[in-house]
């Protein structure tokens, strides 16, 4: 108890320090990791009382109410990683919950600020376009004046496509987070975690039929430009882009694992989706997924491969 007691008075003035001078979404992200320590662990009143602190933190260098809501919902984002991990959710499932409870919160936040959101990707956006212009007037590079162009779209843009492009970080936030607990648990406390892994995880039938409705919306767009429209229909193709990008990648490991490669052809194979601008196939891969199941038929090569080894 006496080190709890520290640790949520070290976080307590952590976070509330970071406030203080500004950094209010850095020191509510001191709470989650501890948060998930504790739940997986089955203490779940010491992370209840973990989210209260945060909260308190909160309300203590702002005096606002609303702040400190938000600062109490992001340190519960360790909450749903760590039921998944004490309860033995499967490896996608627990992504689906800790990434879904992360985009809601984060959402509600931009919801809650949306013209001052507006406002500061468009002046973050006119900085960069800015330098970049520059720098192609000093070096005449054809890389730096196709980036300009794509800032610029982005600017006009954003709004059709901003809250969608947040989930691809989240994304890849909660699978590596996911994944190194699950290994520093295991071998800290003995704590058996989630069942499954990232290549196992396979995204659920069902969600074609959010792709057709996207398909629709954004077919309707076409015919029939609106802002409104435009804002649902893109922001929503991009959110599933990326859980089919996550799964693409999932079986691109798969692959690897099958072949007993070693983790740094892993790593290399990633490098060279995005060095080789192959990134967005594993859209392709992870959707066809759902009618092909490519993990069944990575095992049925590598079986027959063993059989015809162990006839030779």
Request: net charge positive; with cysteine; proline share 2%.
């Amino acid at each position: 108890m006496r080190n709890y007691v520290l640790i949520t008075t070290a976080l307590f003035m952590l976070c509330a320090g970071a406030s203080l001078i500004g950094l209010h979404p850095l020191g509510a992200m001191v709470f989650p990791v501890p948060i998930v320590v504790y739940v997986a662990r089955r203490y779940v009143e010491r992370g209840i009382g973990l989210v209260a602190c945060a909260v308190l933190a909160g309300f203590v260098s702002t005096g606002s109410a609303k702040v400190s809501l938000y600062y109490g919902l992001v340190a519960a984002t360790g909450f749903p990683l760590g039921i998944g991990m004490a309860r033995q959710w499967t490896y996608g499932w627990t992504i689906v919950a800790v990434a879904g409870f992360a985009y809601l919160v984060v959402v509600g936040n931009i919801l809650n600020a949306w013209t001052d959101w507006q406002e500061q990707a468009r002046q973050t956006y006119d900085l960069l376009a800015n330098q970049l212009q520059y720098e192609s007037s000093q070096s005449d590079s054809d890389n730096a004046v196709s980036m300009v162009r794509n800032i610029v779209w982005l600017k006009d843009n954003w709004t059709a496509v901003g809250i969608g492009l947040l989930l691809w970080p989240l994304l890849i936030e909660a699978s590596v987070g996911l994944s190194l607990f699950s290994l520093w648990l295991r071998r800290r406390y003995g704590i058996e975690g989630v069942r499954g892994s990232f290549c196992t995880m396979r995204t659920s039938e069902w969600l074609v039929w959010a792709v057709i409705l996207v398909a629709v919306l954004c077919f309707a767009d076409y015919r029939w430009p609106g802002t409104v429209l435009r804002t649902i229909s893109w922001n929503a193709a991009l959110a599933l882009a990326a859980i089919y990008w996550l799964n693409g990648l999932a079986i691109a490991f798969y692959v690897l694992d099958a072949a007993r490669q070693h983790m740094v052809l892993y790593m290399a194979g990633i490098l060279a989706l995005v060095w080789f601008g192959m990134s967005p196939m594993l859209c392709f891969i992870g959707l066809f997924d759902t009618w092909s199941d490519f993990r069944k038929k990575i095992d049925l090569f590598v079986e027959a491969r063993k059989q015809r080894n162990n006839e030779e």
